[in-house]
Each structure stands twice: as C-alpha cells, then as structure tokens.
C-alpha cells in the first residue's frame, strides 16, 4: 500500500511498478520445483510502502509562498550557500567533491531504506541533514543537501524552484549551521564526553533541527498568507509530528554513526574545535526569554505613554504633523509583520475599554519575540563578520 | 533487477528524454527558458489569492510551451499529483474555513471554493511551468546556463556528480534490501538493522568515491581546478532575445494589464 507521507519520487516509483507488475517464473526441468518471483511483492519492502514520516511535509511547493517570501529565502540561501563554499576553499587544501557528490546519492538511496518504528506500527527513513554535517562538516554538508534538494526538485518535482530557497533553508542551513554548532558541537566535545553523551548530542540536535525547520516552514506559509489557519492551528499540526519525526532521525543517525565508528572510524569526523558553551547558552536563553517569557511583560503602559496619557491626551490620534511623518507612518504601517509584538489579526482586535489578561499568553507574542531576537542577532553577527579584523595568513614560499 | 530503482530513474530521466529531441524551442538558450520560467513564476505567485481570472490567462503559457515543445500534457499533470496532496488540504482547509457566500443570496460558491480553486491552478501552473524548464533544456543544458548566471562551479560539479551515482547508489540500495528480504524469513526491518544497512551502503558510497577520486586524479584534476566542469556558454542571440522579451512581456500584460476582463469588454463591443 502507498503510503501518503511517503517522499513523493518514492510515491512515483511505486506507481510506475505497479503499473508494471512482472510476474518472472522459473521452472526447474529436473525437479517439480517451481519458483516465482512477483516483484510487486519485493517492491513492498523495497519503497515506502507503509507510512513514512513526513518526506511530504518539508518540501514547500510555489504555490504555498509568496515572491516576497521566496525570493528573501533565497537571498538568505544565496548568502550561506556562498559562505560555505568559502570557508570550504579556506579550510581544505584538496577539495572533497566525489566524497561529496558519493554522500549526496548515498543520502538519496538511503531514502529507500524504510524501518519499522517500534510501538506505532508506522515506519521511518533517514533524511541525511545532520549524519551528512557529521560525516562532512557544515560546510560541505550544506553543498550537498542542497544539491539533494535541487535535484528532488528539478526531476522530481518534489518542491518548487522559488520554494528550493525556503526548501534548503529549512533543510541544510538549519542542520548544519544551527543545530550542529548550538546542540551537538557544545555537548559532545566536552572533555569527559562518553558515548551516552554523544548519542544524545545526536539525537537532540536531530530534534532541534528538525522541529526548528518545521517552525520555518509554519512562519514562511503565514507570511505568504495562503493559508487560512491560524497560527497556533498550523503549528498545532506541524510541531508535534516533527518532534517525533526528529526522535526518529536522531536514533537512525545514532545506528549508522556508531557503526561506522566501529567499522571505517576514519569517516566520522572529529569537530575540530569545542563548541563555544557560552553562544549555545545565551542563545537557548535568548529563545526562552523571548519565547515564554515575553508572556509576563507588562502590558500597561510604559512611563513616556503614560507620561503623555497625561499630559497631552489624545495625542496618539492626532493627524501627523508633516508630509515626512505620514509617509514614514505608511511605510510602518505597511512593514511590520508584528504591529504591538503580535500578528496582526484585523478580526480579533480587544475592545478598548478592557485591560488585557496578564500573563498574556499568546503565541503570537511568542513568535514575534523569537523572529524579532532572531533577526536581531542576524543582523549583529552579519555586521561583526563585516567589520572584524582579517588574519593575516603565512606568506607562502 | 533492481526494479524499484531503475523504474524510479525511468520517470526521472523522462525529463531529459523530451530535452534530446529536436525542436526549435530548444534550440533556444537555456538561459532564456530560466528567465521566462522565473518571471512566470513570480508572476503566478504574486497574484493575490481570490484573483482566478488571471491564473487562467497565464495557463496560456504551459499550454503554448507543451505543445511547441512536444511535451505530453499528462507528464506535466503527473509531476503537478506529486506536489498535490499537501495542497489539497490547504485548499480543503479553505472551503473549509471560509465561508462567505460570492453572491449574495446564494450559499454556493463560497469565498473558500474560490480560494481553493485558485490555489490548485497555482499549483498546477508552477509545476507546468517547472517541469517545462527541465523538459525543454534537460540537465546538462540547465547547469550549462547556470554556470553562464556566475553560479558556482563547485556546485554544478556537485550536481553533475549526484545525478550520475544517484542510479548507481540507488541500484546497490536494492540489492541490499532484496538480501535482506530474502534471508528474513519476512520479519520487518527494524532501526537497527536499518542502521547497519545504511551504514553499509555509507561504506560503499565512501569506496566508490575513493576510486572516483583516483580516476580523477589519474585525468588531471588537481583538487582545486573544476575547469573539466565548466562548458563553455555561448552568447546569447537575437532569437534567444527576441523570444525572451516577447515572452516576458505577454507575461507582464497577464499579470498586470487589464487581462481577461478588457478582452471580454471588448468582445462584449463587438457583439450586436
């Protein structure tokens, strides 16, 4: 049976071999013994015929983004796709591109290997962003899945062109440059790190990255606006399902690690430094904080309003004093997403006279805290890259 | 036999086999199909959600391209199933969600039905007009303009390299799995097993690249040089021009111009 959640070239093929079913019978002249082979039967195992965790529900297609979106994530690709092959030149004398380009099939076959998920009944498949940073590093990973997600979509049709930005965003850059360095690196590099403590760097980092990337994917389709669901319905929908999805990656990473371990120990790369504690720390702060505890903020208000409440009422509906201020006004208006730290919701505006619930828990808030803190940090980091000293490198003979 | 593998690649390289035969769209350049598939593209998905007319003028296009190009309408709507079921629950959501009748006094049709009509013609538009990119230049075509657009060689080198030992991985895949399945006396394949089976294929891919390395290393690449990767790209002409701007401009006039509304003005002019 095809299964819906099955990854959508694996849906074809099974389509084609049914469509194709060849009955092969043998019949030995000798003996009585006759042997067939259905290959529909083999072809069972071999794809996604059971329910496969969620290949459909990462890859966007054009239809669900705006160009606004689409094109702004292909900047953001654009940008670290050029950075990783930089620091790939910077840091590699011999470029790895078969191991490379091998890596980018093996996670493509691997897709057609489906395994039982113990207690469910359903079954699930590698999708390759973290075991490729770890067999590879981040920054030749993010090549290769991207080169993975460029092909799914061209032959395939599995996501959209314009949405291959969202697509490689939410599936390479995720893994590789955020939970690799924030999750995995701080955890399993400490100096009494065991075993233990690495299978759950692995598997952590598996569900951040993957819960991470489906939180992408909720925040790119509502800012697209083609979805009438709300924010807390779609991310109802979406989280949960990739925190087991997650679970799953991170134990499967986990078994073909530890194997090639024992097996080839050269092929897993050691991280070449410790991760830096202190920036996976703050960050994990910077999430909680504007996450969750946004929620206690005060919502009265602060001390220039009220100040001004006093002083001159009224003042916030007075008509702007100069042509600058109103097109400034419009322009505002006009971009921001999260007018008061909230989404903007026309139906659902509170009646003046009411005083807000406190804690005001709304996801809302939440979601812009996080962007907000997010963009903020972007925006930092960018700028410190741009104006940070070059090292002088050796003169070379 | 590696059934599941080679059927899979089958359909895939479907898309290249349109691109091997000869009409006078392909003869274009590559790039001239990338830009009029990215400017339709923008195009489609600019519209605002409830605007059907328009997405119906702009099928105008995938239509003109299949049929000069000889590519089969039922290729383009497979690849458009592919992508559908996601979409399908977004437009059922909305039938769903959004009630508001378009004529008033009737229940039917919804506010809802019309966004979900318009969502699957985006669907099926974007997908055409993609598919249509790739049947019209196949890959190599593709990465030839690509590298003419100043994308990284090392990334068209990635590409090249993936779609060749894609099949070829994909093949030893299956055999594994069909080992397996034959020794197993039908018990399924649990996490574990799973991990020693890719874990096996890892080691194959990682064999396989080292002999590839070696190969290569034995016809002159350096480990720096991607030369052998760069194709030469030559200059655009003025039928590549021509066709481009006539294409992007009819596309341009569908999205923003007066579209299908004026032409039935018009018509409704003539009529007595």
Same mark, same amino acid.
């Given at each position: 049976?095809?299964?819906?959640?099955?990854?959508?070239?694996?849906?074809?093929?099974?389509?084609?071999?049914?469509?194709?079913?060849?009955?092969?019978?043998?019949?030995?002249?000798?003996?009585?013994?006759?042997?067939?082979?259905?290959?529909? =039967?083999?072809?069972?195992? +071999?794809?996604?015929?059971?329910?496969?965790? =969620?290949?459909?529900?990462?890859?966007?297609?054009?239809?669900?983004?705006?160009?606004?979106?689409?094109?702004? +994530?292909?900047?953001?690709?654009?940008?670290?796709?050029?950075?990783?092959?930089?620091?790939?030149?910077?840091?590699?004398?011999?470029?790895?591109?078969?191991? +490379? =380009?091998?890596? =980018?099939?093996?996670?493509f076959a691997a897709q057609m290997i489906n395994f039982s998920i113990p207690g469910t009944g359903s079954s699930g498949h590698l999708a390759g962003g973290l075991l490729l940073t770890l067999l590879l590093g981040p920054n030749a990973a993010i090549l290769v899945m991207a080169t993975v997600l460029t092909i799914q979509a061209l032959l395939f049709a599995d996501g959209g062109l314009l949405a291959l930005g969202c697509n490689i965003v939410n599936m390479a850059v995720v893994p590789a440059y955020v939970a690799y360095p924030l999750v995995y690196r701080p955890l399993a590099t400490l100096s009494n790190s065991s075993s233990a403590r690495r299978r759950l760097a692995t598997v952590l980092a598996a569900m951040v990255g993957l819960e991470l990337g489906a939180f992408a994917v909720v925040v790119q389709t509502l800012l697209s606006g083609v979805t009438p669901l709300s924010f807390a319905t779609f991310a109802a929908l979406m989280l949960p399902i990739h925190l087991a999805i997650g679970l799953v990656e991170g134990i499967a990473t986990v078994a073909v690690v530890e194997w090639l371990e024992r097996v080839r120990p050269e092929t897993v790369r050691k991280p070449a430094q410790a991760g830096s504690r202190v920036a996976a720390i703050l960050g994990l702060a910077t999430l909680f904080i504007a996450g969750f505890l946004s929620w206690w903020a005060s919502n009265q208000p602060d001390g220039l309003e009220w100040s001004l409440q006093r002083t001159a009422p009224g003042w916030e509906e007075s008509p702007p004093p100069s042509k600058l201020h109103a097109a400034l006004a419009r322009v505002q208006q006009r971009t921001s997403w999260f007018p008061d730290y909230a989404f903007a919701s026309p139906g659902e505006q509170e009646p003046a006279n009411e005083t807000p619930a406190w804690p005001t828990v709304s996801l809302g808030t939440s979601l812009a805290g996080v962007l907000g803190s997010v963009i903020v940090l972007g925006a930092t980091v960018a700028v410190g890259l741009l104006v940070r000293p070059r090292a002088r490198q050796a003169p070379t003979p | 036999?590696?059934?599941?593998?080679?059927?899979?690649?089958?359909?895939? #390289?479907?898309? @290249?086999?349109?691109?091997? /035969?000869?009409?006078?769209? /392909? !003869?274009?350049?590559?790039?001239?199909? %990338?830009?009029?598939?990215?400017?339709?593209?923008?195009?489609?998905?600019? #519209?605002?959600?409830?605007?059907?007319? !328009?997405?119906?003028?702009?099928?105008?296009?995938?239509?003109?391209?299949?049929?000069? $190009?000889? &590519?089969?309408?039922?290729? #383009?709507?497979? !690849?458009?199933? &592919?992508?559908?079921?996601?979409? %399908?629950? %977004?437009?059922?959501?909305?039938?769903?969600? @959004?009630? !508001?009748? #378009? %004529?008033? $006094?009737?229940?039917?049709?919804?506010? $809802?039905?019309?966004?979900?009509?318009?969502?699957?013609?985006r669907l099926a538009l974007t997908v055409a007009a993609a598919s249509l990119l790739l049947a019209l230049t196949g890959l190599s075509g593709l990465t030839a303009g690509l590298l003419g657009m100043r994308v990284p060689p090392l990334c068209v080198a990635q590409l090249w390299i993936l779609h060749r030992y894609a099949l070829v991985l994909s093949d030893e895949a299956a055999r594994l799995l069909r080992a397996r399945e034959l020794r197993s006396a039908g018990h399924r394949l649990t996490w574990r097993q799973a991990g020693i089976l890719l874990g096996q294929l890892c080691v194959r891919a990682f064999d396989r690249a080292e002999r590839v390395h070696r190969a290569m290393g034995m016809r002159g690449f350096d480990g720096h040089s991607l030369r052998a990767f760069e194709t030469r790209t030559r200059r655009l002409r003025a039928t590549d021009l021509a066709y481009a701007s006539v294409m992007i401009l009819w596309i341009l006039w569908a999205r923003f111009g007066d579209g299908a509304a004026g032409l039935g003005r018009r018509l409704m002019q003539l009529a007595p």
């Open positions: 049976m095809t299964g819906l959640w099955a990854p959508a070239h694996w849906r074809e093929a099974q389509t084609i071999a049914r469509q194709q079913a060849v009955l092969a019978t043998t019949e030995r002249v000798a003996g009585e013994t006759v042997i067939r082979l259905t290959t529909s =039967g083999m072809n069972d195992s +071999m794809g996604p015929a059971e329910l496969s965790h =969620g290949g459909f529900s990462m890859h966007m297609a054009d239809a669900l983004i705006s160009p606004a979106v689409g094109l702004t +994530m292909w900047a953001v690709t654009g940008g670290c796709v050029a950075q990783a092959v930089r620091r790939l030149r910077n840091e590699t004398t011999e470029l790895p591109l078969p191991r +490379m =380009g091998l890596l =980018g099939a093996f996670v | 036999m590696s059934q599941c593998a080679s059927n899979l690649w089958t359909a895939a #390289l479907h898309a @290249d086999d349109f691109a091997r /035969r000869d009409t006078w769209l /392909r !003869r274009l350049d590559p790039r001239t199909h %990338v830009a009029i598939t990215v400017a339709y593209l923008l195009a489609a998905m600019s #519209l605002p959600l409830h605007d059907l007319s !328009r997405l119906i003028l702009l099928a105008a296009y995938p239509v003109w391209t299949s049929l000069a $190009g000889g &590519i089969p309408f039922a290729y #383009l709507a497979r !690849r458009a199933a &592919i992508a559908a079921p996601w979409i %399908v629950l %977004v437009a059922v959501s909305w039938i769903w969600l @959004d009630r !508001r009748p #378009l %004529v008033p $006094g009737h229940a039917w049709p919804t506010a $809802g039905d019309l966004a979900a009509a318009s969502l699957l013609a």
